[in-house]
């Protein structure tokens, strides 16, 4: 079975300026990703799909290949990961490298594991599922959220359950936004990910860490290097 990493990287990052490369903790961003899937073994090739040209040559310099260019319609603030990933499998198997599973790596990810992409793999060849990826448990119950009203004021989202112990709630999880195995039928339909055909990857909140305002940077680093630091001590 041929299997590929795809890693989507698009040039037009807003709010963190040339996000995917920027340097982090001493390499660019997106060559955490690319490390973690040649050291996870899972891979037959580690392709990475952008519409820019830095962001191919660096991803080049790296050990990833850049067979395509993405299309300009698949480059813009309101593209999702399904059609990106329908575009990756689907120009593969049209030159002559079909693919059987693909996983999305996300480029700013740079708490994957090997040993999680590995888990994945595992997961999904051993289960009758078009998907596995990472998820993490929310810190506080999601049943006892509260808005800030339009009047200044709050308001629960579930007010029936404001007498509940969090104890007594059911834990909830979110998606870690790191990566998503999936077979390559199921990328070409765009199955929805967030369903019953879906295997969970768990991971510890410490290694969950969204990238997307310079304060998330700042802080994904400290803890990034106090990780570094634990792991050099042991």
């Known amino acids: 079975m041929r299997r590929v990493a795809i890693i989507p990287a698009r040039g037009g990052s807003k709010r963190i300026p040339r996000k995917n490369i920027k340097v982090f903790c001493g390499k660019p961003m997106i060559a955490w990703s690319i490390d973690a899937a040649r050291a996870s073994g899972c891979f037959d090739q580690i392709v990475v799909?952008?519409?820019?040209?830095?962001i191919a040559a660096v991803a080049k310099e790296w050990g990833a290949s850049v067979p395509f260019t993405r299309p300009a319609e698949l480059s813009d603030d309101y593209t999702g990961t399904l059609p990106v990933m329908h575009h990756a499998v689907e120009w593969l198997s049209e030159h002559g490298a079909p693919v059987d599973y693909a996983?999305?790596?996300y480029a700013t990810a740079p708490f994957v594991s090997a040993e999680d992409l590995r888990l994945g793999w595992?997961?999904?060849q051993q289960a009758d599922c078009s998907y596995a990826f990472a998820v993490t448990s929310y810190s506080f119950p999601i049943q006892r959220a509260i808005r800030i009203t339009?009047?200044?004021r709050v308001a629960m989202f579930s007010p029936e359950y404001?007498?509940?112990r969090s104890q007594d709630l059911e834990e909830a999880w979110h998606d870690a936004g790191q990566f998503y195995w999936g077979s390559a039928k199921a990328w070409e339909e765009e199955?929805?990910?967030?369903?019953?055909?879906?295997l969970p990857i768990k991971l510890p909140r410490?290694?969950?860490?969204?990238?997307?305002?310079?304060?998330d940077w700042t802080r994904a680093e400290w803890?990034?290097?106090a990780m570094q630091a634990e792991a050099e001590q042991k």
Not at 49 to 54: C, I, Q
């Open 103 to 105: 996983c999305c790596l």
């Open 162 to 164: 404001f007498n509940s």
């Open 191 to 198: 199955r929805t990910i967030f369903g019953e055909e879906s």
């Open 223 to 225: 803890l990034f290097r």
């Open 150 to 152: 339009e009047t200044g």
């Open 206 to 215: 410490y290694r969950v860490q969204d990238i997307d305002t310079p304060d």
């Open 49 to 54: 799909s952008t519409d820019d040209a830095e």
């Open 122 to 124: 595992e997961l999904i």
